[in-house]
């Protein structure tokens, strides 16, 4: 084999060893928390978390017209799991603390840990529900920012590194709010 060839043949196989890691980064999924206006399949939000961050998402309950609000953390596989739920009084659709649950009592709210895990959440935002989700710092007004009787969706789905993360929300936002 002539030295011409010889090197020729060295950059190929030179080339394809160091091409295919790079090449497979193209392909790596990262899991990014997605907020959906899900009646007109619009993203709000994409941002790009890891398994144990968390978010917090809050509301004016319609019936005790208290202030709900979840902390959810972000799961390995992509899961959602209720860390605690604290609200002033009990009503619909709210946990209802009794004995032997994780729960406290302080300053007239009870705050409920929990352990459930849920693919999504699903929430109709109106401008009494008062929707407000916070996420990496950015505080998202949903209730105001949306018509009322808007479909939310909000879940963790594995994306292409290279696929943007925070859109209108951020410009709209600003950064670090």
Known sequence: MSGRSRWLWR????????????????????????????????QLLAVQVRAGESFVLSYRHSVTQGRVSGTFEVEGDGALWVRETTFSSPGPGLP??????????????????????????????????????VVKGLTLALSKELPPGSLVKIRVEGRFWWEPRLETWRRKLGAGR
Do not use: C, M, W
Request: hydrophobic share 50%; aromatic share 6%; glycine share 10%.
């Open 96 to 133: 209802e603390p009794r004995p032997g649950d994780a729960y406290e009592l302080a300053a007239g709210v009870i705050l409920q840990r929990s352990g459930e895990r849920v693919p999504e959440l699903s929430v109709f935002v109106h401008p009494f529900t008062d929707h407000t989700l």
């Open 11 to 42: 950059a190929l196989v030179g080339g394809a060893i160091l091409g295919l890691p790079a090449g497979a980064l193209l392909f790596v999924r990262v899991p990014v928390l997605t907020v959906l206006d899900a009646k007109v399949n619009r």
